[in-house]
């Protein structure tokens, strides 16, 4: 039967990369002189820091674009509020989002069975596995969820469909 699996999953190679590029531009621009402009990145979570709230910005930006750039989807990154450090300095820490969250997971299913299409999705963790009887019933299914939660932009999650098997 053949099937393939729904996931929300970020390219770490690439994150790091373009946090490479983002740190030193950052490091090299004229406006951060002297500032304690960086960033800083562990597994989960990215943390900006500034020397005022505008510096923040404006590495947000570099950021952002650096991750756009690498074809990092920048709606998996979950902002945290500003935080106050030491003296004037400021930090933002941005969680970095994997895996369907349940909410998404069950709002994809019932888009599934209200599309009326003969495949069956299940939620597996953090992953959905969607089944059907022919590979072109599940590729209309790829088109239905890229089309109504993939490019949806303000509540939309960045969805990638593998483990495509015959």
């Known amino acids: 039967m053949p099937s393939f699996d729904v996931v929300s999953e970020v ?18 621009r004229y406006d951060f002189k002297g500032s304690d402009a960086r960033i800083e990145f562990n597994d989960k979570e990215v943390t900006l820091y500034a020397d005022t709230e505008f ?3 404006q590495v947000n930006d570099i950021l952002v674009n650096k991750l756009s ?6 709606r998996s990154l ?16 941005l969680k970095i989002k994997e895996g369907l969250d349940s909410d998404l997971a069950k709002k994809i299913v019932k888009l599934l069975k209200d599309s009326k299409m003969k495949v069956q999705a299940s939620i597996q963790g ?17 088109a239905l969820l890229k089309k109504d939660i993939a490019n949806d932009l303000e509540n939309g999650a960045p969805l990638q469909f593998n483990n495509f098997r015959d």
């Open 11 to 28: 390219n770490k190679v690439e994150v790091r990369n373009a946090l490479d590029q983002a740190n030193k531009e950052v490091s090299t």
């Open 55 to 57: 510096q923040l910005d």
């Open 69 to 74: 750039k690498r074809a990092v989807d920048v």
């Open 78 to 93: 979950d902002y945290g509020k500003l935080e106050k450090v030491s003296g004037n300095k400021v930090k933002k820490v």
């Open 126 to 142: 953090e992953a959905v596995r969607v089944s059907g009887a022919k590979r072109d019933v599940l590729q209309e299914a790829i």
